[in-house]
């Protein structure tokens, strides 16, 4: 569902959840701008750019190019959208990078509901339009985990204090707002396997209730070769954390990132580029594992996405 913008004041931009339909109309022109550091300007003072924008590769493309989102999309989506290259397109609350082809992606968190709202507007036109994708709730069913090891569920304060560092870091890595364009490829399986864990169920370790699970676990015999899902940059990599073990996370550029978990040996360093289908590390078992499986979570920055869902995108 799409509609066009009339004049409204800034604060309608920030939270059109639970706001009546005839009152989440807002005018875009400018008032992102006025997001930018460098626009101090009065948004009225803002010129719009009518001219043609020119791409990458020297052609020239019309800035009238026509905006293409899916209607609906499920809980922990990765959603792919097209504009034109130049246009300003912003979801929940962050300006989202366009690529030279006028590709741009978000992803849609496990416990959203309602409509996910896109704001974009054209580079020649004055009002933006806002596009509504219903998120379609999905069914998360408990998952009961055994066997694992008591100081990993219940850990002693010194490790809870690690624990807690370790995943700072990790989250810290994901915050990275990437140029590569490797989140638009067709994703391919790090791993053949039987999948032995999906994303999104809530779990019990040991009988506790825990975290919903990040991703999707693939069981492999330890030393089985990880590969690039997608094409992207390492941005961590850390052989030995507390509870997942030897853990890479490579960014496919535009926020979309792979983590891989309990790994028993990770062949590439923070800063390397790596292409789709290189080798990137090997399955293990380490940190809080009950066997030999790769885990695998993608994120789009902070919100966790479903990888079966990107696969699934490509078929
Ligand atoms: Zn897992």
């Known amino acids: ?34 997001g930018c550091a460098s626009a101090r300007v009065a948004p009225e003072a803002v010129p719009a750019q009518a001219n043609p924008v020119s791409t990458a590769d020297g052609s020239t493309t019309s800035p009238a190019r026509a905006t293409r ?36 992606v978000f992803g849609i968190g496990r416990d959203a509901s309602g409509d996910a709202v896109v704001r974009i507007r054209q580079p020649d036109a ?3 339009i806002e596009h509504h994708i219903r998120i379609t709730p999905r069914d998360w069913p ?12 219940n850990p002693p304060k ?29 994703f391919i399986r790090p791993v053949q ?7 999104g169920r809530a779990r019990s370790y040991n009988g506790q209730p825990g975290a919903p699970h990040s991703g999707m676990d ?13 094409s992207g940059t390492v941005i961590f990599a ?14 496919h550029g535009h926020g979309i990132s792979s983590t891989f978990l309990h790994l028993s040996r990770i062949d590439v360093k923070v800063g390397d580029t790596v292409r789709q289908g290189d080798v990137v590390a090997a399955v293990g078992a380490s940190g809080r594992a009950t066997g030999p499986h790769l885990h695998w979570g993608m994120n789009w920055f902070d919100v966790r996405i479903d990888p079966q869902l990107v696969l699934e995108r490509n078929l």
């Open 238 to 251: 850390n052989p030995d954390l507390y509870l997942t073990g030897g853990t890479l996370v490579i960014d």
């Open 142 to 153: 408990i998952e009961q985990v055994r066997g694992v090891p008591p100081a990993t569920v």
């Open 1 to 34: 569902m799409r509609r066009s913008f009339a004049p409204a004041p800034k604060s309608s931009l920030i939270a059109a959840k639970g706001v009546p339909q005839s009152m989440r109309i807002a005018l875009l022109s400018g008032v992102l701008l006025a």
């Open 69 to 104: 989102l899916p209607d609906a999309a499920q809980q922990g989506a990765m959603v792919l959208g097209t504009t034109s290259p130049a246009a300003i397109v912003e979801y929940a609350g962050r300006r989202l990078k366009v690529t030279p082809y006028g590709t741009f």
């Open 158 to 186: 010194a490790i809870a204090e690690r624990i807690e560092r370790e995943q700072a870091a990790v989250a810290e890595a994901r915050t990275r707002d990437g140029d590569e364009t490797g989140f638009a490829q067709v």
């Open 126 to 128: 004055s009002n933006g």
């Open 218 to 230: 693939i069981a492999a015999a330890t030393g089985t070769p990880v590969k690039a899902p997608a």
């Open 193 to 199: 396997g039987r999948i032995s864990g999906r994303f």
